[in-house]
């Protein structure tokens, strides 16, 4: 029984990350109207809300992968003019929507229902962010993916990625993070970075293209 279960959730989360896009969306949606993600509404006080902030200048954020809408709602609303929050969940984006309405950011935060892998910006942004979105894409896509937004960070813009390198099993690193933030290390020039001594160990790395 074990093994099947196993089996099961391992399927599952092959197709919330890799499988195809119709898939994606019915499968996000599910959780996201449940209450297995309810843990994740409250997260002021992130390890990465300091690096945005940093980076931000009053300027333009785009978030790849933003769920219910923690950073559109939980960043400091003077440190930013426009957010633009991109996410596959229709369920989780309405979350977001009415956290927005009821911080009263409605005019500086936008939602768009997407998969950010074939997102196309309409304008250029002072930040592009991948809050554990990362996670979701295949290693071979990471580098395209990260070429294909480069061409909408303004000129002195950033990525910021934030990642959990560990697991909820005590001493367990995960190696498919852990090559992805040594592929940015590789191909990109890091501002800064850290790990984090937390639960899980999460990262935070700031980079943009070199030259």
């Known amino acids: 029984m074990y093994i099947v279960d196993r089996t099961v959730r391992f399927a599952r989360g092959f197709m919330l990350s890799y499988g195809p896009t119709g898939i994606k969306k019915r499968l996000w949606d599910?959780?996201?109207s449940?209450?297995?993600w309810d843990f994740i509404d409250n997260t002021v006080g992130d390890c990465v809300y300091p690096y945005l902030e940093k980076y931000a200048k009053n300027g333009s954020i785009l978030d790849l992968g933003c769920g219910p809408g923690n950073t559109a709602?939980?960043?400091?609303?003077?440190?930013?003019q426009s957010y633009t929050g991109v996410d596959i969940s229709e369920a989780a984006l309405a979350k977001a929507v009415k956290r927005t309405r009821e911080s009263g950011r409605t005019g500086k935060n936008t939602f768009v229902n997407s998969d950010f892998l074939g997102y196309e910006p309409p304008q250029d942004f002072d930040i592009i962010l991948f809050r554990?979105?990362?996670?979701?894409?295949?290693?071979?896509q990471v580098l395209p993916i990260l070429k294909k937004f480069s061409k909408h960070l303004k000129s002195d813009g950033v990525f910021i990625v934030r990642l959990y390198a560990g697991d909820h099993r005590p001493g367990v690193i995960k190696?498919?993070?852990t090559a992805k933030l040594d592929l940015i290390r590789r191909e990109f020039a890091v501002i800064e970075s850290r790990q984090f001594?937390?639960?899980a160990f999460?990262?935070?790395?700031?980079?943009?293209?070199?030259g």
């Open 197 to 199: 001594d937390l639960p």
């Open 202 to 210: 999460p990262n935070v790395f700031v980079f943009r293209p070199r």
């Open 73 to 80: 709602n939980e960043l400091d609303a003077d440190v930013y």
């Open 30 to 32: 599910k959780e996201f």
């Open 34 to 36: 449940g209450t297995k």
């Open 175 to 177: 190696t498919r993070v």
């Open 132 to 140: 554990e979105s990362l996670y979701h894409v295949p290693y071979g």
